[in-house]
């Protein structure tokens, strides 16, 4: 044995000896004489407790006892007192071996052999499977996945019940009817000029720009303060639940900041209030006035709907000057806009919201026209469906083909003919009562998406088992690393037993460099830093006036950014913790005090010392998490620091 391993061995066996002496010793000389066996108050015997703490026989009788200890409630006030330091000592090292034996008796526990999908795995493997976009977290789709430490895919927590099973069924209907739709949804565009949106045509104002000789076209101007339509009902025609889908958004538009003020944000949602709307999309706007920018976005919408536009008040001078200006103006229509040059010409007698250079006194969005076009259907979407549906004329061998292939994707695994006896049955059932051949093989489909083995990871066999099979393997890698079922590469390589040895640090590698693995980046760290929190305790407008919505989004979004850069570039680990860069949008790199970058969304931005903004714990949603909103909270942070980046909670403090 190297000299250096039995150094180390030796030391250990010490250092527990040392321990156990110090804890025996504190129990002899403070607890046992009411606690042993000359007395039993409240007929506890301390010195029968098992000291087995992997087993847990009296894990709950010792975590009471710690508790007492540490209010001051043991040893009575009429005894001889232990010191601060005895009692600190005695504490963290009960402490630790309740923390040791729980986290034993979690790893010897047998494996959870069916794992239920959580809500965004469901939503993942449904578009993965069929190209259908679905929403499980709108209301009266699937049940909240119960959370624990701020992770919603602990196995053990994902419980299935009775009210969970009638969603699945809900849920298979909605996605199948998406997939395979009655009648496909016609994809239509409609654009609507600035003069449509604010003008009511423009012609009138039109008339006044021709008196004038003002040749530049009419242009809408977006303030804080009111919300003004984005997206009404009827802009697409008849658009019902079948309408829901892919819609993709082009607007033409530019922004005007004050002086040393910040880009124009806009917000774009349904609305929640007259000023403000509940954000969808987030864009900010900054390209100038004379440089207007078409920014293009994609977005699932559940239709019918409504959308709003809203410019988010980044500023107490915004949220002053949007409200006055909104007030001042008597008639919608009686502002007219084409320049910021041109508006004291146009409109000599309302407020006027620039100065004599152009410069605006509050942040503004000038929109010039918006865009919409759908639903759409990617081709990559439809290639999931194709040869999902039998021919019509199909007999019962090529019907039973088709399910069976289907299934192998669904379930993840081979699928042996005899599973899918009960499934064919109801199909040739519905066909003998009537129904289309198309109807019933919807209902062995709706069958296989609400079998346990589409709503579960299923694992194991009667018989115990080491290791996994090369399929559940594939599960495990796509389940962790892309919220989703494995793709037919990787269904591919489980199949030929290739994920063993460089085979599998290759399929790790490709699955690392896809695009899904976004999907990690974003559930991960926000679950892990439990960003969901962010916003719970907002900060005093009195304290902070420029605290604002769309700064609380920024800095909640800013830790993912800051992971998802850190990943896929494969930077060191202490960049957790130090580093000499950040990301940030404009809106976070105002806050901070930073250069701005050129364009909007999040970039790398280089920090100096002085900076102070490198890493986690400096960023504005750890700040915030860790206080409450109106003081910093040091112990709050010592314990958030200890919980989630060494994984370590510390004792209760004392009394």
């Not at 720009?209 to 242009?219: E, S």
């Not at 910040?262 to 440089?291: C, F, N």
């Not at 680990?573 to 701005?596: H, K, Q, V």
């Amino acid at each position: 044995m190297p000299r250096f391993i039995s150094i180390f061995l030796l030391a250990a066996i010490v250092g527990f000896s040392h321990a156990a002496e110090a804890f025996e010793g504190f129990l002899q000389k403070h607890c046992i004489a009411c606690h042993g066996p000359k007395k039993s108050k409240g007929d506890l015997r301390l010195d029968q407790l098992s000291r087995d703490f992997k087993s847990g026989v009296d894990g709950q009788v010792w975590a009471e006892v710690v508790e007492k200890i540490n209010a001051g409630e043991m040893p009575p006030e009429d005894v001889a007192q232990p010191t601060a330091d005895e009692i600190g000592k005695v504490i963290a090292q009960l402490d630790v071996r309740i923390r040791e034996g729980r986290a034993a008796r979690m790893a010897a526990r047998p494996a959870v052999a069916h794992y239920r999908l959580s809500r965004q795995e469901y939503q993942n493997t449904v578009y993965d499977l069929l190209g259908v976009r679905y929403d499980p977290a709108k209301p009266g789709e699937l049940n909240e996945d119960t959370l624990w430490h701020g992770y919603e895919r602990i196995g053990s927590q994902l419980s299935l019940s009775s009210s969970h099973m009638d969603r699945y069924y809900r849920a298979a209907e909605i996605v199948l009817d998406r997939a395979f739709p009655a009648t496909v949804a016609e994809t239509r565009k409609v654009r609507k000029t600035a003069a449509e949106l604010r003008y009511g045509g423009g012609e009138k104002q039109q008339e006044a720009l021709d008196r004038l000789g003002i040749k530049r076209p009419l242009r809408y101007l977006l303030f804080p303060g009111r919300v003004q339509p984005a997206l009404s009902g009827n802009w697409l025609g008849q658009t019902g639940p079948e309408h829901s889908g892919l819609y993709k958004l082009r607007l033409q538009a530019s922004g005007i900041r004050p002086p040393g003020g910040q880009p124009a944000h806009l917000s774009i949602g349904k609305r929640t209030s007259e000023e403000t709307v509940a954000g969808l999309l987030e864009l900010d706007i900054t390209a100038p006035e004379d440089k207007p920018q078409v920014y293009e976005l994609e977005v699932f919408l559940e239709m019918p709907t409504q959308l709003h536009f809203a410019v988010v008040a980044t500023d107490v001078i915004d949220r002053r000057g949007g409200a006055a200006f909104r007030n001042a103006i008597a008639s919608r229509n009686a502002y007219i806009f084409t320049h910021s040059s041109e508006t004291l010409l146009l409109n000599p007698n309302a407020p006027q919201m620039f100065d004599d250079k152009g410069n605006g006194i509050f942040s503004t969005v000038i929109l010039d026209w918006v865009e919409w076009e759908g639903p759409l259907v990617t081709a990559t979407e439809k290639s999931r469906r194709h040869g999902v549906l039998p021919p019509e004329d199909a007999s019962a061998d090529v019907v039973a083909e088709h399910l069976q292939r289907f299934a192998e994707r669904a379930w993840r695994r081979a699928v042996q003919p005899e599973e899918l006896k009960n499934y064919l049955g109801s199909y040739h059932a519905a066909i003998q009562h009537g129904e289309k051949p198309a109807t019933a093989y919807r209902i062995a489909l709706q069958g296989v998406l609400t079998s346990r083995h589409f709503i579960y990871l299923v694992e194991g066999d009667p018989q115990p088992r080491e290791h996994l099979t090369d399929q559940e393997l594939a599960s495990r890698l796509s389940y962790f690393l892309w919220s989703s079922m494995p793709d037919d590469a990787l269904f591919t390589a489980a199949k030929d037993g290739a994920l063993k040895g460089d085979n599998l640090k290759q399929t790790v590698n490709r699955m690392l460099a896809d695009d899904r693995i976004n999907r990690f980046i974003d559930d991960f760290s926000r679950q892990w830093l439990q960003l969901h929190r962010v916003g719970m305790f907002p900060p005093d407008k009195k304290l902070y006036p420029d605290y604002d919505d769309w700064l609380e989004i920024s800095m909640r979004n800013e830790p993912v950014e800051y992971f998802r850069e850190l990943l896929t570039k494969n930077l060191t680990i202490d960049s957790l913790l130090d580093s000499n860069w950040t990301m940030a949008n404009p809106r976070l790199c105002d806050f901070y005090g930073l250069p701005e970058p050129k364009t909007g969304g999040f970039q790398r931005v280089a920090l100096k010392p002085e900076n102070h903004r490198g890493g986690l714990l400096t960023m504005g949603a750890v700040l915030g998490l860790t206080s409450d909103g109106t003081r910093h909270r040091p112990v709050h942070r010592g314990v958030w620091i200890s919980e989630t980046i060494f994984n370590k909670t510390p004792p209760p403090p004392p009394a």
